[in-house]
Structure formats: structure tokens, C-alpha cells
């Protein structure tokens, strides 16, 4: 029995399915989790000491490469001074300047502990300000496990669920909560405006991921943007970006910075707390007023801001902050995905990809869906054979067709020739 077998059967007793987050327990795929025993750079190594080309990265946060040594050296120079005082910092003031000034539309930013804290909190507000009770989401688009947003839920909803028209994506998920949120699919300028027509005046906010990862990957039409946007705005409507995976991923103003769309507040995560739990909502200084202490709109947290995970979030942006860094991401992960395209081609097989800086996503189909629908539409039985292929050459991905898949600084060309010659060998097999 190899260890990580040993780990997965032990490790099921204590922790229901083994593991602390649903998609880590390779439930699509199926197989035994790695368990990690350490990461440098863009590997880890897990208990049977295999080495990994690691494509998930965390599922985005690492994008300097794991144990970067100025962000490891930061993290100890906080946590000599103890881990958390429940007391405000100044590097919580520097990370909000920091946020703010690389994203211009955030004027006042909050400080919470996960991506899911964010889009919650980020929604309650958008209700208190507004008054209303209705919110739009789109199919597929993951912001986080809150009540009211499990209804056609990405990431590993998608892998999970056995998702009925209009029911919640979960169980425990009172009916009562989601008749609160409306579920267009991605993409669909029409639905969306007759929705509008219909109850704009009524919908306190449209919450959408500007480029989504949590159904592989999608990429919004420009028309698409702008009529959210310019409706939002017409029926006062607060649009919402969840860059919780695209915040200095994509690029260091995040999708909106390449999109030119302005929303009035985003949230944001993973990158911005480097591998630390941290992440933050912020936008229009009216708006993010109306949080307490200031205003009605309550929201709390008492590892909020936590020094260590500040440390850990400034420095890894003042990396990525650096020059020609999201050209150099953006070049290699472009790289990756022709090298990846090309080997498929070899063997006749169907086969697209799309990146996004250092984002990417690959489909056994002949193009790049545009919709959940579309996504589900691509050969999964095909992805699952070459997931366990690459997973037996060392490299690791995202164990689910429905997630993006992630680079760093730290693949560098060496790294993505030795995965496109993982890929050449593992499509060989698959065909
Ligand atoms: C990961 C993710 C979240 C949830 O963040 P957690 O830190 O896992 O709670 C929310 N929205 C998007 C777009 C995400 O990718």
C-alpha cells in the first residue's frame, strides 16, 4: 500500500471523505488524493515522495511559486511578533492602499478571512445599500459556499451535484433562501435584458466572475459586460465583480483592468493573501460606507486582517507588482496551452484551450465553450483518462474538467517543456 493510500484510508475516519475541501478528494476523477508533505517553486512532493509539476498552485494563490523565499521570510519575520492581536496594524492600512491603488475602482476596501467571507458580505451590502432583496448570478459562476449562493453553483458543485432546475445546489439550503437569487446562464445578453425589463428596479445586485473559472474556463463577450454593466447602472443595481481567481491573476488590475468594465464592487482573494487565508471586498467609498462601524450593514471577523497573512499578501504583490512579471506569466502559460494543443493535434484528438495571464483552461471539444452548458458538452470521460496520464508523469491537475487550471513565475520554460512532453506520451496512450 503506498503512503498516500495509507493517509486517504486514515484520514477518512476523522474527516469526512478524507479531505477538508470537497474538490481535493478526486471524487470526478476518482483515485486517491496526494497528500502533500512539501512545495518549492513550481513542484511539490507528496507522501510516496513523487515529485509534482503542481497546475493547480493552490487553485491560484501561489503565483510567485511555492515557498518563494521573500514571502517565507516575511511571514517569519510577523509571526516572531505573535500571529494575531484582534487590534488594527499599519500593514492592514498598506495592504489597503496597496489594493486600492492597483485597482482603481476599489476606493475603501474590507479585509475578510476567505473568498467566501467576501461575496457574502459584499451581497449583504449591496442589499442594505440598495434596500432590495433580489440578486442575479450566472450558471456556473462559484462565489463561495453562502446560503443564497449554492443555486447552479461552479467548482465543485458542478462535480458534485445532481443539479435539478432551480433547486439549490445543496443540501441544507432552504428553498425559501434561494427564491432570493435568479440564475441566468453566462453569456446571455437576452435573458439578462428581459430580466431587467421585467424586475430591474427590484435587484439589489448582479454578481458575476468577469472571467470564469469555476466551470474551466470562460471568457465573457465584450457585449455581454457592457449591457450588465450599463443596466446595472440604469435600474441602480450594484454590480458586483467576484475577482476573488482573477485578482492580480489574470493581470495585476485584475479582468477588469483588461475589460474596461468598471464594477462598483469586487472582491477579491486567493493571489492577495499568497497562500495565506485572507481576502477583501472593496469598491465606491458610498457604498462600502454603509458597513459597520459606519453605517447598518453588519460584518465582522477576529482573524480579519491577521498580520501574518498581511505580510504574506504585500509581499507576494509586491512581486508580482514587479516589471514584465504578468508579461512573462501570460507568455509561458500561452506556451503551455499551444505546446498542450499541439501534442493533441498529433493524435487527431479534439481539443481547445484558452489563457488568461497565468489562467488557463484546456477541453476535449473542437472550441472554447462559451457557456456551462457548452462545458458540460465536452468529452469528460476523455479528461478523467488524461488527468490519471498526467498525474503518472508527474504532473498535476486540477482533478475535475470544471476548474481552471493555474501557473507561476515559477514555471519557467523548462517546467512547460517538461509538461508538454508529459502531454505527448499521456495523449498517445489516450488515443
Ligand atoms: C475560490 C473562489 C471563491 C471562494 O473563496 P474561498 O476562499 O475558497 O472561500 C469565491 N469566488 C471565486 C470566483 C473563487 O474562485
Not at 478571512?113 to 449591496?126: F, I, K, P, Q
Not at 484558452?354 to 468529452?379: C, H, I, L, R
Request: proline share 5%; glycine share 10%; charged share 20%.
Amino acid at each position: 500500500m503506498s503512503q498516500n493510500d495509507a493517509l486517504f484510508e486514515r484520514a477518512q475516519k476523522t474527516i469526512p471523505g478524507g479531505v477538508n475541501s470537497p474538490v481535493r478528494a478526486f471524487r470526478q476523477v476518482g483515485g486517491t488524493p496526494r497528500f502533500v508533505t512539501r512545495a518549492q517553486g513550481p513542484y511539490f512532493w507528496d507522501a510516496d515522495n513523487k515529485q509534482y509539476i503542481d497546475l493547480i498552485m493552490s487553485w491560484g494563490p501561489m503565483i510567485v511559486g511555492h515557498a518563494h523565499p521573500e514571502v517565507v521570510e516575511a511571514v517569519k519575520k510577523a509571526a516572531e511578533t505573535s500571529f494575531s492581536y484582534g487590534a488594527p496594524t499599519e500593514g492592514e492600512i498598506e495592504l489597503a492602499e496597496r489594493i486600492c491603488q492597483l485597482m482603481p475602482s476599489i476606493e475603501q476596501v474590507r479585509m475578510v478571512s476567505s473568498g467566501t467571507e467576501a461575496a457574502m458580505s459584499a451581497l449583504r451590502l449591496a442589499r442594505g445599500y440598495t434596500g432590495r432583496d433580489l440578486i442575479i448570478k450566472f450558471e456556473g459562476c462559484y462565489h463561495g459556499h453562502a446560503d443564497s449562493l449554492l443555486v447552479k453553483a461552479g467548482s465543485g458543485l458542478l462535480t458534485f451535484a445532481d443539479s435539478t432546475q432551480n433547486a439549490p445546489s445543496s443540501g441544507g439550503v432552504p428553498q425559501d433562501l434561494v427564491k432570493h437569487t435568479l440564475v441566468l446562464p453566462y453569456n446571455d445578453v437576452a435573458a439578462f435584458e428581459e430580466v431587467f425589463k421585467k424586475q430591474g428596479d427590484q435587484i439589489a445586485a448582479v454578481i458575476l466572475e468577469p472571467i470564469a473559472g469555476n466551470m474551466n474556463l470562460i471568457q465573457p463577450s465584450g457585449e455581454f459586460l457592457s449591457v450588465i454593466r450599463n443596466l446595472t447602472s440604469k435600474y441602480g443595481s450594484v454590480l458586483i465583480y467576484d475577482e476573488v481567481m482573477t485578482g492580480f491573476r489574470v493581470a495585476l488590475g485584475g479582468a477588469q483592468s483588461l475589460q474596461g468594465v468598471i464594477p462598483d464592487l469586487t472582491c477579491l482573494g486567493k493571489v492577495m493573501g499568497g497562500g495565506m487565508p485572507m481576502a477583501a471586498f472593496g469598491g465606491k467609498k458610498e457604498i462600502m460606507s454603509k458597513l459597520a462601524p459606519l453605517g447598518n450593514v453588519y460584518q465582522a471577523g477576529t482573524l480579519s486582517g491577521n498580520p501574518v497573512a498581511v505580510a504574506a499578501g504585500l509581499k507576494t504583490l509586491e512581486i508580482v507588482s514587479r516589471e514584465g512579471f504578468y508579461e512573462c506569466l501570460g507568455e509561458q502559460t500561452q506556451k503551455l496551452m499551444q505546446g498542450l494543443k499541439q501534442a493533441a493535434n498529433k493524435v487527431n484528438l479534439p481539443f481547445a484551450v484558452d489563457s488568461v495571464g497565468g489562467m488557463f483552461g484546456f477541453y476535449f471539444a473542437d472550441q472554447v465553450p462559451t457557456s456551462y452548458e457548452a462545458v458540460t458538452k465536452t468529452n469528460i470521460e476523455a479528461f478523467k483518462k488524461f488527468f490519471h496520464l498526467m498525474l503518472d508523469e508527474g504532473v498535476y491537475l486540477a482533478p475535475s474538467a470544471y476548474e481552471a487550471g493555474f501557473t507561476s513565475i515559477a514555471h519557467t520554460n523548462e517546467v512547460i517543456d517538461a509538461i508538454i512532453s508529459a502531454a505527448e506520451k499521456s495523449f498517445q496512450k489516450l488515443k
